[in-house]
Antibody, heavy 120, light 108 residues
Framework: EVQLVESGGGLVKPGGSLRLSCEAS????????LNWVRQAPGKGLEWVAS????????YYARSVKGRFAISRDNAKNSLSLQMNNLRVEDSAIYYC?????????????WGQGTLVTVSS | SYVLTQPPSVSVAPGEAARITCEGN??????VHWYQQKPGQAPVVVIY???DRPSGIPERFSGSNSGNTATLTISRVEAGDEADYFC???????????FGGGTQVFVL
């Protein structure tokens, strides 16, 4: 069974930093693009960042570029998101999502998410 | 940047069909994917590549995409279909994934 388990969320002050992790199991980790998608409370889904299987392609949403860094450790089957200079508007549930296939164009499955709250 | 527009809500009686639209400029030239999200749960893909259905998703879920509108159709709606539905595309022009704002489906 494919599983994605996020961790690392919590309460942080504006301007602070946080590192999220996603542990993956049940599939060949090195074959898939991985993604972070977030959802502010009561709001819609917002794509955050993607990293290809070989790490050769990394993409960021404009809202986080320059502040967030996505990375993966193919030896440990893990995905990370380093979030710096956090803003109140970054408060959201952050989901780790695997690409549905080798194209990377869709997301399946998703983890259960980890909550990030940015507040003074 | 590419924008996807969905109606905020759709109401449908049990047994009827629900149609959820996703509008975007020439969206018919892109592949559209649909996700269902129930309260307190992570999203689940119900349609990918416009009209493909993952294993485990009922045949009542179908999709189409042409021109400026993609549509998710839920036939013979059941109470358990009440959820938020999001469309999504990969915009190669910006190298960004884009989500629609989401549609809340109410079963009357």
């Amino acid at each position: 069974e494919v599983q994605l388990v996020e961790s690392g969320g919590g309460l942080v002050k504006p301007g602070g930093s946080l590192r999220l992790s996603c542990e993956a199991s049940g599939f060949t980790f090195t074959s898939y693009t991985l993604n972070w998608v977030r959802q502010a409370p009561g709001k819609g889904l917002e794509w955050v960042a993607s990293v290809s299987s070989s790490k050769s392609h990394i993409y960021y949403a404009r809202s986080v570029k320059g502040r967030f860094a996505i990375s993966r450790d193919n030896a440990k089957n893990s995905l990370s998101l380093q979030m710096n200079n956090l803003r109140v508007e970054d408060s959201a549930i952050y989901y780790c999502a695997r690409a549905g296939d080798s194209s990377g164009y869709w997301f399946d499955p998703w983890g259960q998410g980890t909550l990030v709250t940015v507040s003074s | 940047s590419y924008v996807l527009t969905q109606p905020p809500s759709v109401s449908v009686a049990p047994g009827e069909a629900a149609r959820i639209t996703c509008e975007g400029n020439n969206i018919g030239l892109k592949s559209v994917h649909w996700y269902q999200q129930k309260p307190g749960q992570a999203p689940v893909v119900v349609i990918y590549y416009d009209s493909d259905r993952p294993s485990g998703i009922p045949e009542r879920f179908s999709g189409s995409n042409s021109g400026n509108t993609a549509t998710l159709t839920i036939s013979r709606v059941e109470a358990g279909d009440e959820a938020d539905y999001f469309c999504q595309v990969w915009d190669s022009g910006s190298d960004h994934h884009v989500f629609g704002g989401g549609t809340q489906v109410f079963v009357l």
